[in-house]
């Protein structure tokens, strides 16, 4: 599928993924700092991935780990720093919450610093259980 917004696209198509784009956007962020390369690529082919492009370029992330009839779990969302600030993050939540296989689903995610900007879409504060992995202390 795929959503469009001015000269933005949002696909859910796998063959546009730019593994060493994702790698460099991902590599910054607090919580996949540590991930390899191979990492990510195995994570994207069991998920729901989302890239974000301007002109085929890629400039934005995400991906959902869903079983497609009850929840849905959004991580590695991601906007290029040279592009934030325009709206495109949104962009991609939208596009993500309005995929028809996940849309019917409840959503969940994880994040340390973008409260207010997944207010905007619903989702709300809750302490949750998690259980931390001895390898993976992100």
Known sequence: MEWYHDSYVV????KFLDLNTIYKLLKPTY???????ETIEQSIENSFSF???EN???IGFARVVSDQAVFSWILDVVIDPE???RGIGSF????ILEHPLLKNTKFALAT???HRFYETFNFIERPCMVRRMVKDEQ
């Not at 919580?31 to 390369?37: P, Q, Y």
């Not at 991609?92 to 596009?95: E, F, G, R, V, Y």
């Open 92 to 95: 991609l939540m939208k596009s």
């Open 31 to 37: 919580w996949a700092n540590g991930r390899s390369k």
């Open 56 to 58: 085929n370029k890629q």
């Open 83 to 85: 592009y934030q600030g």
């Open 51 to 53: 890239g974000v492009y």
């Open 11 to 14: 696909s859910d198509d796998r």
């Open 112 to 114: 340390k610093d973008a």
